[in-house]
């Protein structure tokens, strides 16, 4: 057997055995990950006195539906759902719009201090928001918006991470198809609307799961300009849900499992686009 033959075949070892390795690291990743979820999963099927017993139970119980009639019988959840829905799906829907139209003018247009400007937006990201808390809360009160749907809205529709995202996917598009459209009398914003929101597709869907996952998560914000418990949030109602003495983990736990539905449901529908738009703008043409 020739040389040649047996380092082939000593290659073709050395690559089964790497994708071997490799297949079984990212499918121990993988389960370790999907572990904390399996468990949420099973422990929202058992009563409180069964979630933490040693050993812990593997399998579902019982006892799913008494934790969802307690959760919406008495602790308003539904209230705080339907708030997060609409709150959420309104600050998505607005905020992506106005950081795409952000970026697109910071991308395709020269204006004085455009480039102060956006650096003034890159170094915003540091700020935590805990930095901004106050002055929000005491613009609320001036307008007197506490416990109200534009106190969690308006505050949150310029998100500089989505200017920034949706500003770098705008230099990848063509400079010669936006001039084509106005040549041909299309304006500004029949422009951007017909012909540059289609082609960065990918990077809106990308965008939209961010600030619809930023928003349905947020805590400290809601807790702070919410008064009333039909006002409340999802991540509120269930902060009120753990009390002082005791706590329902059955109803706690199930209510966080209803809490992630959403965000699931999002991302799947998304999914096709989501990869695609992180990695917009990443090669230009």
């Given amino acids: 057997m020739t040389p040649h033959v047996l380092s082939g075949r000593s290659h073709r070892a050395r690559e089964r055995s790497l994708s071997v390795f490799l297949t079984t690291f990212i499918a121990l990743g993988a389960l370790v990950m999907v572990a904390p979820f399996l468990w949420l999963i099973v422990a929202s099927t058992h ?3 069964d979630i933490f017993t040693t050993p812990p139970n593997v399998l579902p119980g019982g006892h799913f539906w008494e934790n969802l009639v307690t959760l919406f019988g008495s602790s308003g959840f539904a209230d705080a759902l339907r708030n997060s829905l609409i709150v959420s799906t309104v600050s998505t829907v607005l905020g992506v719009f106005i950081c795409t139209a952000a970026g697109y003018a910071f991308a395709k247009f020269t204006f004085p201090g455009r480039n102060a400007m956006f650096v003034v ?3 915003s990201l540091a700020l935590p928001s805990q930095v901004t808390l106050v002055p929000l809360f005491q613009m609320m009160v001036t307008f007197e918006w506490l416990n109200s749907y534009q106190s969690l ?13 949706m500003r770098q996917t705008m230099l990848s598009v063509p400079d010669e198809l ?11 914003f029949r422009t951007f609307v017909q012909i540059v929101l289609p082609t960065v597709r990918p990077a809106l869907a990308a965008c939209s799961i961010f600030l619809f996952l930023g928003q349905w998560n947020d805590f400290v914000y809601p807790l702070v300009v919410l008064r009333t418990q039909d006002a409340y949030t999802v991540p509120v109602a269930l902060a009120s849900l753990q009390g002082v003495s005791s706590t329902d983990y059955g109803a706690l736990l199930t209510g966080t499992l209803v809490s992630i539905t959403p965000v699931l449901l999002l991302f799947l529908f998304l999914q096709r686009h989501f990869v695609a738009g992180l990695l917009a703008g990443s090669v230009k043409q």
């Fill in 47 to 49: 009563p409180t006195r």
């Fill in 121 to 123: 937006i890159i170094a």
């Fill in 153 to 165: 809205i308006l505050p949150s529709l310029a998100v500089p991470f989505g200017i920034f995202l």
């Fill in 178 to 188: 936006i001039q084509a459209a106005r040549v041909d009398g299309a304006g500004e």
